[in-house]
């Protein structure tokens, strides 16, 4: 018996058939024939029915009510069909449904996970002198650029273009290849100027437009979820110095975890709120300067010290957070972690806001500089990641879609 299995989802899976089914209570023992098994739960099988009313198809999403489930085990029977998929037959009403082998055995590969079709983290110290780097001139019209260089974003959480077009539209039309930007209060995309006609304007009201060195830091931890990834755009830079600065926030927190637990134990336990003020803004977050989160969600740095603005946390607790602090401020800026190199026209360098500690060393008054940046969330680089992966060839799992 041949049958056409409908998936959960809108991916074409290899077929991968079944060698044999047991079911034992509420779970069904699926078994490959190269020894892979998985031991799935009824309920959780039974609301993945495509073809039995657990999934809508038009959006492939679940379309059961829990409060509907039935009591005790589900499956009435459960058996494999000639070409390898699994036919069960469900309590109360004996309505059949059809699973790909396919889609059952990347769940059994633990495929479905956040993490599956995205790169590993590599951490990085000084070992790299220039960011990971593609060619921006052919990055809209080559799939296969971008996937790679989105994909060493989140891998190393720095990744470059270069030769990329110095128009000032350029970005956000680069950005809609990814996903959706991320406004704030500055606005979808924003301009780093300076000796541009800064006078009297607004681009006076952050030392990001001065000559002025800027330290290792993190974009707007005044936020309950600061932006993932930021993006600068370099239109012009006639000005000597103002060498870009990176150190991977990863690393130097592994560092400190191991050889000055102490420090590590207040920089990811003690809070401060930080702020963003302004006559008609009024930003704020209390968090750990690193942030861990729960399970599988990004590390986040928060460090940004013209916007942190009270310890939260016990009088007994700040001398000791201002020596963590001390400690970590001085560490992230150390040449052991930094990654330092110049910006050209034509240069688009991402980088993870949560996990990249970025800065700017002076530069000379007198000449033009010219930058443009935006932010993308962490969701949709991941997403983007995910689906190019899968498209790409190089995935044997997966039929090119
Ligand atoms: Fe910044």
């Known amino acids: 018996m041949t049958v ?30 190269d020894g892979t098994t998985y031991e799935a739960f009824d309920l959780w099988l039974r609301e993945n029915a495509v073809d039995a009313g657990g999934v809508d198809l038009a959006t492939r999403e679940g379309i059961m009510d829990p409060a509907h489930h039935v009591d005790g085990p589900a499956a009435e029977s459960a058996t494999i069909t000639d070409d390898g998929a699994l036919l069960v037959t469900w309590k109360p009403d004996d309505v059949v449904a059809t699973y790909h ?109 001065t000559n002025l060195r800027l330290p290792p830091h993190t974009d707007l931890p005044t936020r309950e979820t600061p932006p993932g990834f930021q993006f600068l755009h370099c239109l012009v830079n006639e000005a000597e110095g103002g060498n870009s600065t990176m150190a991977d926030g990863a690393a130097v927190a592994a560092h400190i975890a191991e050889h000055h ?76 972690f930094r990654l330092s190199y110049p910006f050209v026209p034509g240069d688009i360098v991402g980088f993870d806001n949560r996990r990249i500690l970025h800065g700017r060393d002076a530069f000379s008054s007198g000449g033009k500089r010219h930058l443009r940046g935006t932010y993308v969330d962490q969701d949709e680089v991941r997403s983007f990641v995910r689906v190019a992966t899968r498209r790409s060839r190089a995935n044997p799992v997966f039929e090119p879609a």
């Open 4 to 33: 056409q299995a409908l998936t959960p989802d809108f991916y074409a899976y290899a077929w991968s058939p079944l060698a044999s089914v047991t079911v034992d209570g509420s779970f069904l023992r699926l078994v490959w024939a």
């Open 101 to 209: 082998p396919g889609w059952l055995r990347h769940v059994a590969d633990s495929q479905h996970r956040p993490s599956s079709f995205l790169p590993d983290l590599v951490t990085w110290t000084s070992d790299i002198i220039e960011p990971p780097t593609y060619d921006g001139a052919t990055v809209l019209t080559d799939p296969e650029v971008l996937r790679a260089w989105s994909t060493d974003l989140l891998r190393h959480g720095i990744a470059r273009l270069r030769n990329a077009p110095t128009e000032e539209d350029f970005l956000l039309e680069l950005m809609g290849r990814i996903g959706p930007v991320r406004d704030t209060n500055f606005g979808p995309i924003w301009d780093v100027k300076a000796d541009i006609e800064l006078a009297g304007s607004d681009l006076t009201n952050s030392t990001a437009n």
């Open 261 to 336: 637990p102490h420090h590590y134990q207040a920089l990811t336990t003690l809070n401060w709120v930080f702020f963003n003020r302004g006559p008609n803004i009024d930003h704020r977050w209390s968090g750990p300067m690193i942030d861990l989160g729960v399970e599988g969600a990004p590390l986040t740095f928060r460090a940004f010290h013209p916007v942190r603005a009270f310890p939260d946390m016990d009088q007994a607790d700040m001398p000791r957070a201002y020596s963590a602090m001390k400690f970590f401020s001085a560490l992230a800026a150390d040449p052991q």
